[in-house]
């Protein structure tokens, strides 16, 4: 009863007060999803279909921004908001390519590359993979292409 008193007197519109009312309940909710949440595929999908935008995924999830960054952290998925640079040096070294031949291709420095890995686990690869299997505009697309000449000999 106080509380519909309350709203009468901020809100001159009904359905405007229960909704503001309501409101804080989502975010008491967000505050309570666990480990659980933020490793399911559903957390994992929406951060490889907003590639890696934390704020995307944020938005997407009807949940906090520094919620969404924190859960997805404890899952070594950081925001991919950052240089592209070092998220392409980032991806060359996790399929293999050597630290130095990276930093030297993506003109990303050794620093920067190893500060990013450290936010990073094991899903990251696989996530950086599909964002470039679903994207026109790859992430590679700003990548210097050395293209190799190949002599073949017949015998």
């Not at 999908?45 to 906090?64: F, R, W």
């Not at 991919?80 to 399929?95: D, Q």
């Not at 990276?102 to 420095?109: E, G, P, S």
Request: charged share 15%; hydrophobic share 40%.
């Amino acid at each position: 009863m106080t509380l519909s008193l309350l709203a009468a007197l901020f809100y001159e519109d009904a359905e405007l007060a229960v909704a503001e009312i309501l409101k804080p309940a989502s975010l008491v909710q967000s505050k309570t999803l666990g480990s659980t949440f933020w490793g399911s595929k559903k957390a994992f999908d929406e951060y490889v279909a907003q590639k890696g935008i934390v704020s995307n995924v944020a938005e997407q999830l009807s949940i906090p921004v520094s919620t969404t960054s924190v859960g997805l952290l404890n899952q070594g998925l950081p925001g991919l908001g950052k240089s592209t640079s070092v998220i392409n040096a980032v991806h060359a070294f996790l399929s293999g390519e050597p630290l130095t031949e990276v930093c030297t291709n993506y003109n990303a420095t050794s620093d920067e590359v190893q500060a990013f890995l450290r936010l990073s686990g094991t899903k990251l690869k696989t996530a950086l993979d599909k964002i470039q299997g679903k994207s026109c505009q790859n992430l590679q697309s700003s990548t210097p292409t050395v293209q190799k000449q190949v002599s073949v000999r017949s015998a």
